[in-house]
């Protein structure tokens, strides 16, 4: 039960990351970013390739993870500049999927759907229970890391501009912000944390494959943000939290379900998450922990 426990936290912790990320872009500069599932899956395959082809220190390949996660992002903010809200999410969606079969496809370099296994952990399997304490140690740390820094972004004056940004973009670039600057660098912070994520998850399961990063993931690190608080760090952590919590614990109703097949249950684990999410939309709209403004 205590592995169990463990598990159940290190999966929160690294779905705080991809809330973070996402909080970056959309919760703070009104980004609507559908993409987010591809660069977790980016650092997740740059990480697992660069440690089990060319044999990199665990450490430097998350770092690289991170590093072809923000050029990423950067590359994809150039493109999508002059796109708002519906079509920029599109775009995301699309390259979320091109990257996806990009993985499934290109057999010489990710094995295709077979995916990629034997992925070394960022703590040495062989310490056993050592292992599952060690990760979420080192999980629990980088969840910090990454709230410290995108705090720090929301309650500067360059957080000031992101969420002016989010809410008149003419205007910020009226007042002499340069929008497209601060824009490219918040969606590629953005990224890097969503690929270190994926970097995490690739390093604490050592398998990957490209069912995993379907567009459900980006769905639901969207409906952790928004339970926990649009726009605020806290909420996005809370979130996270709360939506591995309720899909963890749905799974001990199958037993009192036995009239209902595996799939059935699995589809009632769904329909959970909808209705957490459609309560806290009807009767806490801003969320669990919503967004405060700092004079």
């Not at 999508?80 to 996806?100: C, M, N, P, S």
């Not at 069912?211 to 639901?220: A, D, G, K, R, V």
């Not at 926990?228 to 109703?253: K, Q």
Request: charged share 10%; hydrophobic share 55%; with cysteine.
């Amino acid at each position: 039960m205590d592995s169990y426990l463990i598990a159940m936290v290190t999966l929160a912790a690294i779905y705080a990351m991809m809330a973070i990320s996402l909080n970056l872009s959309w919760g703070l500069a009104g980004m609507v970013n559908l993409g987010l599932a591809g660069f977790i899956s980016i650092g997740a395959y740059a990480s697992g390739l660069l440690t089990t082809v060319l044999g990199w220190p665990v450490p430097l390949a998350i770092l690289a993870a991170m590093i072809i996660g923000l050029v990423s992002g950067v590359a994809l903010t150039y493109v999508t500049l002059r796109l708002r809200d519906d079509y920029l999410a599109i775009v995301t969606l699309g390259f979320a999927e091109v990257i996806r079969l990009a993985i499934v496809n290109e057999l010489w370099l990710t094995h295709g759907s077979d995916g990629i296994s034997g992925i070394p952990g960022i703590v040495a399997r062989e310490y056993g229970y050592g292992f599952e304490l060690g990760t979420l140690a080192l999980a629990l740390a980088a969840v910090a890391l990454c709230y410290w820094l995108a705090d720090r972004v929301r309650t500067s004056p360059y957080g000031r501009n992101l969420r002016a940004i989010r809410d008149d973009p003419e205007g910020t670039a009226v007042a002499g912000k340069n929008v497209t600057l601060i824009k490219v660098k918040t969606f590629g912070l953005s990224t890097a944390i969503a690929a270190l994520a994926g970097a995490f998850y690739a390093h604490y399961t050592s398998f990957i494959s490209p069912e995993i990063f379907q567009p459900l993931l980006t769905m639901y690190v969207f409906l952790a943000l928004t339970m926990g608080g649009t726009g605020n760090n806290r909420g996005a952590m809370l979130g996270a939290f709360l939506l591995i919590f309720v899909l963890e614990a749905s799974r001990f109703i199958a037993p009192s379900l036995p009239q209902f097949s595996a799939v059935q249950h699995a589809a009632i684990r769904e329909m959970l998450v909808a209705v957490l999410f459609i309560l806290t939309l009807l009767y806490r709209p801003q969320g669990i922990s919503p967004e405060t403004r700092h004079r």
